[in-house]
């Protein structure tokens, strides 16, 4: 069943390790195939050392275990949350990558401050209000879904324009059409965080403002992202 996506969903959850995004288990990649509704996702608390592609496992979007001889990730009611509410994305990824994970810890947004941040977001990474003790002691992974959605749904963000959220004092999680892109905004999310940091550092000691322009940003977002995107090879 399904025995591309979980090809591909076992390549990708490979590449966390490989771009240096994930230590130990901290993290998992899913996808859905939005003709059976059906997820694909890596099995809780496995190493990617011992992992392989039978490993993962296949949910449906109730959380329904389909096929597979391991407990998904924890984090699976997350990610189903993510493909109920956000139809047009294709893939999940959830990492603690330290950059990006230290301003969610902080409860902090990433500013958007130059060029590489605007080509992947034509806006501030945004960072979700904190859990409630009620939402923890709840069903706590589910709620961290819910406040994602609230988060943009309140500030009218549309996660494809924003492709990745900070949840506050925990970490990123990022989406797109497919794992592996999902995966790329994951590594691109991790690099526009150190980049912030060293940036605000540099700012803080010249004692000046920092913040890219609207129009500077809306330039190199559009022409990546907008209906008339030059960047790249035209098909």
Not at 38 to 47: E, T
Not at 59 to 74: A, T, Y
Not at 108 to 117: C, D, N, P, Q, V
Not at 204 to 219: P, R, T
Request: with cysteine; charged share 25%.
């Amino acid at each position: 069943m399904l025995e591309k996506l979980k090809q591909d969903v076992f390549k990708a959850n490979l590449q966390l390790k490989q771009f240096g995004l994930v230590v130990l288990t901290w993290g998992n990649v899913s996808a859905i195939d939005r003709q059976t509704g059906l997820v694909v996702i890596k099995p809780s608390g496995v190493p990617y050392e011992t992992m392989s592609r039978d490993d993962m496992v296949v949910v449906d979007l109730q959380g329904n275990k389909v096929e597979g001889k391991l407990n998904p990730s924890s984090d699976t009611p997350t990610h189903l949350e993510l493909y109920r509410q956000f139809e047009d994305i294709g893939a999940v990824v959830h990492t603690h990558s330290a950059w990006a994970t230290s301003f969610a810890q902080a409860g902090r947004e990433i500013k958007a401050y130059g060029t590489t941040h605007a080509d992947f977001a034509n806006r501030s990474i945004p960072c979700t209000r904190g859990l409630t003790e009620q939402e923890v002691k709840g069903e706590y992974e589910l709620n961290t879904g819910r406040v994602i959605v609230e988060c943009f749904k309140e500030n009218s963000i549309n996660p494809t324009d924003c492709p990745a959220v900070l949840i506050h004092r925990h970490g990123p999680f990022c989406w797109g059409r497919d794992c592996f892109k999902a995966v790329e905004n994951a590594l691109i999310l991790e690099e526009i965080a150190k980049m912030a940091f060293r940036t605000e550092e540099i700012a803080a000691v010249e004692n000046k403002q920092a913040g890219i322009e609207g129009y500077l940003l809306d330039k190199h977002y559009n022409r990546k992202h907008g209906a008339n995107a030059y960047y790249g090879q035209q098909k």
